[in-house]
Each structure stands twice: as C-alpha cells, then as structure tokens.
C-alpha cells in the first residue's frame, strides 16, 4: 500500500494524531505527514503511506495556500488565540490601511520563527522551551508570500484573509507582523489550510469518513499514487537496456532515455522503467567530459 492520502485534519488533533489514526485504520507502520498543522488549526494534511513516505520531502516543499481570521487589539504569547494576552491596543479600525499593509507582505523576505513552534534547537523543540519561560535567538527563515486576499472584515476587530505562501511560513507569525505594521496588535483567530501543493481542500477526507471508507474496502479511491502525486515533474523513461542501472541506483545517460521530457540542468525529475513503473526520483545533470546529459538518483521508490 504505497500512496498518499489527503486528510482533512479537524481541530483538537495533532498532526501526530492523524498519522496514529491512519496507521492504526490501514494497519502499517510506515505513515507519515507532510508538514505539521497545529493543533487548533484545520484542513488540509497531506499523510503518506508506505514507499510513498520517501516522498514527504517533495511534497512539503510546495507552496500552501490557508484561510486566516486575524483579531486586531492585542497581542498574545503563542500569536494566536490558545496563548496569553500580553498587550492590548486602542485603535480605530481602518480598512483602507489595512489592504495597503497587506500589499507590503507580498513577496519574498525573512521571517522570524514563534518561539512557540515545533522547529528544533539543540535537540529541544522551541515550544518545549517557551514553556519553560525561556526565550533564545533564532534565525530569521527564508520565506515569500505570493498573495493576500481579504476574504471578509467584520469591524470592528476581525478580518479574514486568504494566504498563497512557501513551505515554512508562519500564519500567525504573519497576523501578528501585520498588527504590529498597522500599530493595531494581532493574533491568528483561526486557521484553516486550504491547500498543499495539488492537494486540495475539497478532496480532503476525514479520519471518520476513512475508517469508514477502509472498512467498506474502498482505500483505492482516497489513495493517490507516488507518480500522481508529483505529476508537476518532469519524465524519463529509461530503456530496458540500462533498467539495471535504475534499479541499481547508477547514473544514466541519455542515449538510454526513451521518453524524456526537457529538463533544465539540475532540475528534479521521475525516473521510469520500460514497464511504466516509477522507480526513483532524479537530478538532470550534463556532464562536460561526454558531452552527453544524464540522470543521477536522489531516491529509489523499490
């Protein structure tokens, strides 16, 4: 049982929960999530199951897109409405400002982790020490936001936007950035993740609806391929003549594709055998020496 699953994660359960609860219904050990939802948080949580568990990475470096409620006024220690209030504020709702602070986050630019996080620090988790009352330095993190929409205002201290963004934003590290842009103070009220990569809301299945789906026998219908799941990325097809060295985790050159798509130097690529199988995933790579281009493993799905 090699694939993945597109849950929808409820509030009240972590994103270990999921993958117990998932483990436990497809009886397999080998599960995993592709990027951690917060507890309070909802939607959609990619789980991948089997061989397709190699492919975790990948899909947790595709963009996301959530539905945020954003509570101006006050500033809380999580950054969202689980924590503490530390400081409120007196403001006049605005929302002409409010959409001209919006545009400044578009783009790329650094933003720097909550202490409450699940990112590791000499081998202790940020929130584990925020619960201690401790506070360390962190590096602020690479990330870029590719739209905000506002979805709906209920003044005079709510709004609701919808967030495209990179792998390793922080919803409520954004809330709470832009209440303090606008002098107002924020939290994240609310989160809901509305996509991830091809994954999307509205395919999501519920853990009650897949215990239900895997008693009924149907686990193929919520199953969706290795191959299916990084359909984004470009193919190659190898000969049988060289199968071995794909099977084999060797390098392949081109005079050995059958089927190639035009791959840029250095991009990541599927690896296929003669029978259609997906075997690997691949870096396009030109070698100087041959003059010849080539296809070198990352990793083996066998």
């Given at each position: 049982?090699?694939?993945?699953?597109?849950?929808?994660?409820?509030?009240?359960?972590?994103?270990?929960?999921?993958?117990?609860?998932?483990?436990?219904?497809?009886?397999?050990?080998?599960?995993g999530h592709t990027g951690t939802l917060d507890p309070d948080a909802e939607g959609v949580l990619p789980v991948c199951v089997g061989q397709a568990t190699?492919?975790?990475?990948?899909?947790?470096?595709?963009?996301?897109?959530?539905?945020?409620?954003?509570?101006?006024?006050?500033?809380?220690?999580?950054?969202?409405?689980?924590?503490?209030?530390?400081?409120?504020?007196?403001?006049?709702?605005?929302?002409?400002?409010?959409?001209?602070?919006?545009?400044?986050?578009?783009?790329?630019?650094?933003?720097?982790?909550?202490?409450?996080?699940?990112?590791?620090?000499?081998?202790?988790?940020?929130?584990?020490?925020?619960?201690?009352?401790?506070?360390?330095?962190?590096?602020?993190?690479?990330?870029?936001?590719?739209?905000?929409?506002?979805?709906?205002?209920?003044?005079?201290?709510?709004?609701?936007?919808?967030?495209?963004?990179?792998?390793?934003?922080?919803?409520?590290?954004?809330?709470?950035?832009?209440?303090?842009?606008?002098?107002?103070?924020?939290?994240?009220?609310?989160?809901?993740?509305?996509?991830?990569?091809?994954?999307?809301?509205?395919?999501?299945?519920?853990?009650?609806?897949?215990?239900?789906?895997?008693?009924?026998?149907?686990?193929?219908?919520?199953?969706?391929?290795?191959?299916?799941?990084?359909?984004?990325?470009?193919?190659?097809?190898?000969?049988?003549?060289?199968?071995?060295?794909?099977?084999?985790?060797?390098?392949?050159?081109?005079?050995?594709?059958?089927?190639?798509?035009?791959?840029?130097?250095?991009?990541?690529?599927?690896?296929?055998?003669?029978?259609?199988?997906?075997?690997?995933?691949?870096?396009?790579?030109?070698?100087?020496?041959?003059?010849?281009?080539?296809?070198?493993?990352?990793?083996?799905?066998?």
């Open positions: 049982m090699d694939g993945v699953i597109n849950i929808y994660k409820e509030r009240g359960f972590t994103s270990h929960d999921v993958v117990a609860v998932v483990r436990k219904t497809l009886n397999t050990k080998k599960a190699k492919l975790a990475d990948y899909i947790m470096a595709e963009r996301k897109s959530y539905r945020a409620e954003i509570t101006f006024g006050a500033e809380t220690t999580t950054q969202d409405a689980s924590g503490e209030v530390i400081e409120k504020y007196d403001f006049r709702f605005d929302e002409n400002a409010l959409r001209n602070v919006l545009k400044e986050f578009i783009g790329p630019q650094r933003q720097l982790p909550p202490m409450y996080s699940a990112i590791k620090v000499n081998g202790k988790k940020l929130y584990e020490l925020a619960r201690e009352g401790k506070e360390i330095e962190r590096k602020a993190r690479e990330i870029e936001i590719y739209d905000i929409r506002i979805v709906d205002i209920f003044p005079p201290d709510r709004a609701v936007i919808d967030v495209d963004c990179s792998k390793g934003t922080y919803i409520r590290t954004l809330c709470s950035d832009i209440g303090k842009k606008l002098g107002w103070g924020a939290y994240m009220s609310s989160l809901t993740r509305t996509a991830s990569g091809r994954f999307l809301i509205e395919d999501a299945v519920k853990l009650d609806e897949l215990k239900e789906i895997a008693k009924n026998g149907g686990i193929d219908s919520v199953l969706i391929t290795p191959d299916r799941a990084l359909a984004d990325y470009k193919r190659i097809t190898v000969g049988k003549k060289a199968e071995k060295y794909l099977y084999n985790g060797g390098k392949i050159y081109d005079r050995y594709f059958t089927c190639a798509a035009k791959p840029e130097i250095n991009e990541t690529v599927l690896g296929y055998d003669s029978n259609g199988r997906l075997v690997g995933i691949y870096t396009f790579l030109y070698d100087k020496e041959k003059d010849g281009f080539y296809i070198k493993p990352v990793r083996l799905m066998l």
